[in-house]
């Protein structure tokens, strides 16, 4: 029997703009794979001048795209929120406790936190800091689905109040993320917008075997580095790559590096949205250890790991027959266990198994009646 369509409303930080961010690739993998199964979708985004500023996606063609400039801007989608299936707030939404609050009090259908930034919330949440969510909205919610996996999920539930934690790794489009034929322009890569935390790795995994190896060529690209970094000469710098040129990017690299935050390294079972986009290009990877890494990709055979410089210096000095072979390999992992389809499919598994709401109070009932009669429906928004 054929399963109606879901209507679903995503309120995340990004979809048009990439800049800055790991949301956008994110969501647009996802959407795009749910889109493909058949189901409705509208992306509402906040209005921010820095993302407005650098937009490489306005109109895509498997959602509905709207921006809203504050909360009251929500208001026209009052309707819309209330008739859907499934509504999806995801972290760093600007105003994330009161848009969560606002979805939670409209919302007939699903509810979910979408976490691109679980050990991040986390962190902030253990130092009384609510900046896009709070351990009262997180209960509210009826599935908190986290970047992170592994016992992070023990402690939403147990800790934080989420009724159902479950583990929503990042996906790639395998459409978008192939291996090009292009002449290896850089010998390491890396692609990531700058984090102090991150900082400190990227300085030992690439700026110092950059200064090791003169001869060798190094990319790092990405936005907000400060002005006062001394890259070595023969370290490339690119401001942005947009999604467009990712594919190109990285088949252009010989090996890439993965770089994780310190909060991620901390919590484990955090993959990169990066990590599974370089290994779509069937780049090797050479990341930083952390918890969990070899549940995605075998150690020496699917990736490689890299404590200090040294071993990032005898990766690139020493070319080895093995290189094309782990690049084949993770590529062959990531779209087989990792690509969007499968993430969509997983996550529309669990939104039809959550139990209907039970029916809301006749008091809170004739109030909505009574708020919906004092507004004009929606013009043009129709499932």
Not at 126 to 140: D, H, L, N
Not at 194 to 214: F, K, N
């Amino acid at each position: 029997m054929t399963r109606r369509p879901l209507r679903i409303v995503c309120l995340g930080l990004s979809l048009s703009s990439s800049w800055g961010n790991g949301h956008a690739t994110t969501y647009r993998a996802l959407l795009k794979a749910l889109a493909a199964r058949g189901h409705w979708i509208l992306f509402l985004e906040r209005e921010v001048p820095w993302y407005a500023a650098n937009r490489d996606l306005s109109e895509p063609d498997y959602c509905r795209l709207h921006f809203y400039r504050d909360l009251a801007g929500l208001e026209r989608w009052q309707d819309v929120v209330a008739e859907a299936d499934v509504v999806i707030v995801g972290s760093y939404v600007p105003d994330g406790v009161e848009v969560g609050a606002w979805v939670q009090r409209n919302a007939r259908g699903v509810t979910a936190f979408y976490d691109i930034d679980t050990p991040v919330t986390i962190a902030k949440l253990a130092r009384g800091e609510f900046e896009y969510v709070s351990p009262a909205v997180i209960s509210g919610y009826d599935l908190y689905l986290s970047f992170t996996g592994g016992p992070t999920l023990d402690l939403l539930e147990s800790r934080y109040g989420a009724r159902r934690a479950l583990p929503l790794y990042c996906s790639v489009d395998p459409e978008s993320y192939v291996p090009l034929d292009l002449p290896k322009r850089w010998d390491l890569s890396y692609l990531g917008t700058y984090s102090p935390d991150r900082q400190p790795t990227l300085e030992r995994l690439l700026l110092e075997p950059a200064r090791r190896l003169p001869d060798r060529r190094f990319v790092v690209a990405g936005p907000q580095y400060p002005q006062d970094i001394a890259w070595p000469a023969n370290v490339e710098r690119i401001e942005h790559c947009p999604p467009a040129d990712h594919a190109a990017f990285y088949s252009a690299s010989r090996f890439t590096l993965n770089v994780t935050r310190a909060d991620m390294i901390a919590a484990g079972w955090s993959p990169s949205v990066r990590l599974f986009e370089a290994a779509a290009c069937s780049v090797p990877v050479i990341s930083d250890r952390w918890d969990g890494i070899e549940s995605l990709l075998r150690p020496g055979e699917e990736i490689l790991l890299a404590e200090e410089s040294g071993a990032v210096v005898d990766i690139l000095a020493n070319p080895d027959m093995l290189e094309a072979a782990i690049g084949r390999a993770a590529r062959t992992r990531i779209l087989r266990e990792h690509g969007a389809a499968h993430r969509a499919a997983q996550l529309e598994t669990w939104l039809r198994a959550v139990p209907a709401h039970a029916p809301k109070t006749e008091e809170l009932a004739e109030r909505e009646v009574e708020e919906r009669q004092e507004k004009t429906r929606n013009e043009g928004v129709a499932w």
